[in-house]
């Protein structure tokens, strides 16, 4: 490919998109904590699993191998978008007067609209392949939806979405696109399900939630045959397949002559994160100092800051207690966070993978508010024409902190982040920006410690973090 | 770049990015018949048209050189998402069961979501050079407002965007968009202009028109200093503009290893069609058997078929009677589309340029019906993924027909199409399909007679047309 010195987007041919993807699992120079079944609070075996995901992809949840070839069939749908484009702004590092140079990989250009997909086809395709009828899943914002209903479109499975009602009611247009898909979409708190049906009963104006909705998808799975469960974020084989945005980034960076000082992206369950960061990240993470690899900066909204705010504790994944219980930074399973526009990014607890690494200072992780989130992601609209999603634009706000940074500092530094998805459906809440109706929130810490107290009672392992001899 | 035997995706670098739109005029074996002042009804002179663009734009309006070179500032800013990729539709070509190859060129990619900025940026950049503050233009659909938009923020101007009210009111989300990238969007008929007010004192309700629309902008043109207009199809300088559509796409069709044997773009007021066709066309345009040209094949919805129903003759660019009168396949200026869901493809007329090549079967014209375009653009969103605009759709349900067709003929034909937009604010529609409420619409000729009897009375020129020779 012709690259001239002043070019902005870095494109890959897709005969050199990557063929595996990384697994940073064999790189870590610790033990995760082990995930623990829900009732008994023992270790999970894989059989625990076997009635929520496929065997291929349970095994791929504790994989050793380095890496994990990706399927053809995989690839032959990767190649309708990617590899994506990675792209110099140019233009936005001018309005921003700033000598860092600012790169962004866009994950918009999937049809879906987020990098969601990467790990839905995937998924898809591997529950094809052992003989899965239908998925079901839950959805907050839309785009693991709406992802997860296009990937079960090519391969020919059903797809129940439980969305979360308040988006159901606020978002139609996600809604509707899921249903083109061809997926049944069912408003969480729904009367489909015992626990939607009892939380109906107590609140029947529920706006629902994730972890509500989390908990609805999983009980339609164990109750219907054929069916399995699949998740968009926080799962080690979620973000298995998400390091393809990180391994295309780290050729594209080479095409640009650069290596990234600081690696950007927001972080919700954690999936877009560790997607960009996790190849960058790995190999170097045997190492003591970790000197190589450049900074990895996770960024949640100032509503839901489990990895900044949250306990690192034994938590339920859902809220109803039916999830496995995980190792992670959490703010409490019954934890609700306030209306924020950035749905994607209302997760009560974080994947524990990321969690461990930013337990041991191998990750950072920043709050930002939304005003702000919002402000950066007009400037961007304006001068490089994509309009981001609200979820990207918290990482946007950081990138522009970090500029600022640079400049005090008289530092020029290479900032990579990840443009997660467009915003083409969350203009409602730019809407409520430009109109002033939207404020910034700091969340009262009592609202955390009174959800922290449900915290499930658990007698901690003592592999993992302890014996990493890492001080914290 | 690396090409496999079963490549999905013909990516250009930005390198090899056309930097000269291609000018068709020049290649045309005939004079086309000039635009008449709405007045006098005189042929217009260019200083006719000061008031409403800036010297070069008019120039351009009447260019006859071979090509005109893209200005740096502009290539600039179309490096953001062009060149746009080239896709080979094999999935859709698998779920259709044909042997026919379909190649589309998605202009979704663009930030406004659609091929628009194209002309919208240059005619910014040329704005800009020569002075102008604000560009005053309409909008049906939204997408050329948004593209108008977003090019203004670019380039420093200002933007006012008469929007039709069904769509303002339909479309918030449009609306949204624009509002993001700095315009002020006004509601179309309007208290803002003369004409608007009087449409309102007897229509207070009215759902407003696209000639309605280009009456209050021009008017808003001509009644404020220092602005200018701007219109997004139909006129020679636009259609220049989109050249770079096809232009690429010869490109990727030679590393495709393919010359298509037809070319299929949906038709409105004729850029997108213009774009992807023209340069297909042009060079053998001047010879008499045009042996060498694919077949080029402008699709329009069955409720606005100015190609295919419409007079060729003498008729206002919009409602007023403020517009050039052009000689063009033409509904009548005074003619309302009914409500269907293809905002993009309701203008009474057509592209005078365009309309001169179908008067001499140059090209073809087809019309179809939205359930037809809703189906094919269902079938392509399950198969590829990208949700077509119901624009775009019109000419994916063509491009069935012609599989169909290839079938019957046992033929093997290579077919492109121009993917002109995705349809992400448009779900609305794909909703109403979904649920049955939308139906097929034939246009009772007593509506078009009736808007064709208030033609406006031109002694035509000799020049033009009579003088070719062709027989029609």
Same mark, same amino acid.
Request: charged share 20%.
């Given at each position: 490919?012709?690259?001239?010195?002043?070019?902005?987007?870095?494109?890959?041919?897709?005969?050199?998109?990557?063929?595996?993807?990384?697994?940073?699992?064999?790189?870590?120079?610790?033990?995760?904590?082990?995930?623990?079944?829900?009732?008994?609070?023992?270790?999970?075996?894989?059989?625990?699993?076997?009635?929520?995901?496929?065997?291929?992809?349970?095994?791929?949840?504790?994989?050793?191998?380095?890496?994990?070839?990706?399927?053809?069939?995989?690839?032959?749908?990767?190649?309708?978008?990617?590899?994506?484009?990675?792209?110099?702004?140019?233009?936005?590092?001018?309005?921003?007067?700033?000598?860092?140079?600012?790169?962004?990989?866009?994950?918009?250009?999937?049809?879906?609209?987020?990098?969601?997909?990467?790990?839905?086809?995937?998924?898809?395709?591997?529950?094809?392949?052992?003989?899965?009828?239908?998925?079901?899943?839950?959805?907050?914002?839309?785009?693991?939806?709406?992802?997860?209903?296009?990937?079960?479109?090519?391969?020919?499975?059903?797809?129940?979405?439980?969305?979360?009602?308040?988006?159901?009611?606020?978002?139609?247009?996600?809604?509707?696109?899921?249903?083109?898909?061809?997926?049944?979409?069912?408003?969480?708190?729904?009367?489909?399900?015992?626990?939607?049906?009892?939380?109906?009963?107590?609140?029947?104006?529920?706006?629902?939630?994730?972890?509500?909705?989390?908990?609805?998808?999983?009980?339609?799975?164990?109750?219907?045959?054929?069916?399995?469960?699949?998740?968009?974020?926080?799962?080690?084989?979620?973000?298995?397949?998400?390091?393809?945005?990180?391994?295309?980034?780290?050729?594209?960076?080479?095409?640009?002559?650069?290596?990234?000082?600081?690696?950007?992206?927001?972080?919700?369950?954690?999936?877009?994160?560790?997607?960009?960061?996790?190849?960058?990240?790995?190999?170097?993470?045997?190492?003591?100092?970790?000197?190589?690899?450049?900074?990895?900066?996770?960024? +949640? %909204? @100032?509503?839901?800051?489990? /990895?900044?705010?949250?306990?690192?504790?034994?938590?339920?994944?859902?809220? =109803?207690? #039916? $999830?496995?219980?995980?190792?992670?930074?959490?703010?409490?399973?019954?934890?609700?966070?306030?209306?924020?526009?950035?749905?994607?990014?209302?997760?009560?607890?974080?994947?524990?993978?990321?969690?461990?690494?930013?337990?041991?200072?191998?990750?950072?992780?920043?709050?930002?508010?939304?005003?702000?989130?919002?402000?950066?992601?007009?400037?961007?609209?304006?001068?490089?024409?994509?309009?981001?999603?609200?979820?990207?634009?918290?990482?946007?706000?950081?990138?522009?902190?970090?500029?600022?940074?640079?400049?005090?500092?008289?530092? +020029? %530094? @290479?900032?990579?982040?990840? /443009?997660?998805?467009?915003?083409?459906?969350?203009?409602?809440?730019?809407? =409520?920006? #430009? $109109?002033?109706?939207?404020?910034?929130?700091?969340?009262?810490?009592?609202?955390?410690?009174?959800?922290?107290?449900?915290?499930?009672?658990?007698?901690?392992?003592?592999?993992?973090?302890?014996?990493?001899?890492?001080?914290?």
């Amino acid at each position: 490919m012709a690259i001239e010195k002043d070019s902005v987007k870095y494109l890959l041919d897709e005969a050199n998109m990557p063929t595996a993807w990384y697994n940073v699992l064999p790189d870590l120079p610790y033990e995760l904590d082990p995930p623990l079944h829900p009732v008994t609070m023992q270790p999970l075996r894989p059989e625990d699993l076997a009635g929520l995901f496929p065997p291929s992809i349970v095994e791929q949840e504790a994989l050793t191998s380095p890496s994990l070839d990706i399927p053809g069939a995989v690839l032959d749908v990767y190649r309708l978008w990617r590899p994506t484009p990675l792209l110099r702004a140019r233009r936005f590092e001018a309005a921003l007067g700033t000598k860092a140079r600012i790169y962004y990989k866009y994950e918009g250009v999937s049809p879906a609209g987020s990098h969601k997909p990467n790990t839905a086809v995937a998924q898809a395709y591997y529950n094809k392949l052992d003989g899965t009828e239908r998925l079901a899943t839950e959805t907050g914002a839309g785009q693991w939806g709406s992802a997860l209903s296009m990937a079960c479109a090519f391969f020919g499975l059903e797809c129940s979405v439980y969305m979360v009602r308040a988006s159901y009611d606020q978002k139609p247009y996600r809604r509707a696109l899921m249903q083109v898909f061809g997926a049944d979409v069912v408003a969480s708190p729904s009367d489909k399900t015992q626990f939607g049906r009892e939380i109906l009963k107590t609140h029947p104006d529920s706006p629902g939630s994730l972890g509500i909705a989390i908990s609805e998808a999983v009980e339609h799975t164990v109750t219907h045959a054929g069916t399995k469960y699949s998740l968009g974020s926080v799962l080690n084989h979620v973000l298995l397949h998400q390091t393809i945005i990180g391994l295309e980034a780290q050729q594209q960076m080479e095409m640009a002559g650069e290596q990234p000082d600081i690696v950007v992206g927001c972080c919700g369950g954690g999936s877009n994160f560790g997607g960009i960061a996790l190849p960058f990240l790995g190999p170097s993470l045997k190492t003591a100092a970790n000197a190589s690899a450049p900074r990895a900066i996770a960024v +949640e %909204p @100032s509503a839901c800051p489990s /990895l900044t705010r949250g306990a690192y504790a034994y938590d339920y994944g859902d809220s =109803a207690g #039916q $999830a496995p219980v995980v190792k992670m930074y959490t703010l409490g399973h019954s934890f609700i966070p306030p209306a924020v526009h950035a749905g994607g990014l209302r997760y009560h607890g974080m994947s524990p993978l990321l969690s461990s690494l930013h337990r041991r200072g191998l990750i950072e992780a920043v709050a930002v508010q939304q005003l702000d989130a919002f402000e950066a992601a007009t400037l961007f609209a304006r001068t490089e024409g994509i309009l981001p999603a609200p979820e990207s634009a918290h990482a946007i706000a950081e990138v522009v902190r970090l500029a600022e940074e640079a400049r005090e500092t008289r530092t +020029e %530094p @290479s900032i990579l982040f990840c /443009l997660s998805g467009h915003g083409h459906f969350d203009l409602s809440a730019y809407e =409520a920006y #430009q $109109a002033g109706r939207l404020a910034n929130y700091e969340l009262p810490q009592t609202d955390i410690d009174l959800a922290l107290d449900g915290l499930p009672k658990v007698a901690e392992p003592t592999t993992g973090y302890d014996s990493t001899g890492v001080t914290v």
